[in-house]
């Protein structure tokens, strides 16, 4: 990395720079696996921001040292049921997990096209896995896409099931079921 980067918690005054950043990732990051119908319907619902992660304090934000900082990635980790999706995305779930028998969530992962294939997101990911082994996590599961799923693949996770989720536009995204034991 060319920058001293620090994570830290998204707070929810960030819901604004964070609906940007999310933005300027999924148009520009995931072209090339998505096409324009299925990213303007999957952002807002699928792709956005989820407020309960940031009231958890599971939803991390990586910024630049500098002044003023800039936000260039952010992601998270839940220990709720939802697997995927924003505030307002269909189908949430927002019973606690059992952290003995359930598999932590890892969620919402964004880069700045700017800043992409610096390790941001590894940078993220690992704070992610961390805190929820502190948790008491002994393995994570994600929703991931096209574009993400190599970062996962290289990061040790396994996909375990495709599946295709469908949009309000009358399109539908396909979502990669991914799963890591704590110490793989």
């Known amino acids: 990395m060319d920058a001293n980067i620090r994570i830290r918690h998204a707070l929810l005054t960030d819901v604004p720079a964070l609906t940007a950043l999310i933005d300027a990732s999924v148009r520009v990051l995931q072209a090339g696996d998505y096409s324009p119908q299925q990213i303007d319907g999957a952002l807002g619902t699928v792709f956005g921001v989820d407020t309960q992660l940031i009231e958890d304090r599971t939803y991390f934000i990586a910024q630049t040292d500098g002044e003023p900082p800039q936000i260039v990635g952010c992601g998270g980790w839940s220990k709720r049921k939802t697997l ?3 505030d307002h ?21 964004f880069v700045h096209p700017n800043w992409a294939r610096r390790g941001i997101g590894s940078l993220i ?5 961390q805190a929820a082994r502190e948790a008491g996590f002994t393995g994570f599961e994600l929703g991931a896409t ?3 799923e190599r970062l996962y693949t ?9 599946f295709e989720t469908p949009l309000a536009n009358g399109v539908s995204l396909p979502v990669i079921r991914m799963v890591k034991r704590a110490g793989g």
């Open 84 to 86: 995927f999706g924003s």
């Open 89 to 109: 995305a269909a189908g949430r779930q927002s019973a606690l997990l059992d952290p003995a028998t359930e598999n932590a969530r890892i969620r919402a992962f």
């Open 125 to 129: 990911l690992q704070a992610c896995e």
């Open 146 to 148: 096209l574009t993400g």
């Open 154 to 162: 290289v990061r040790g996770y396994r996909a375990v099931e495709r």
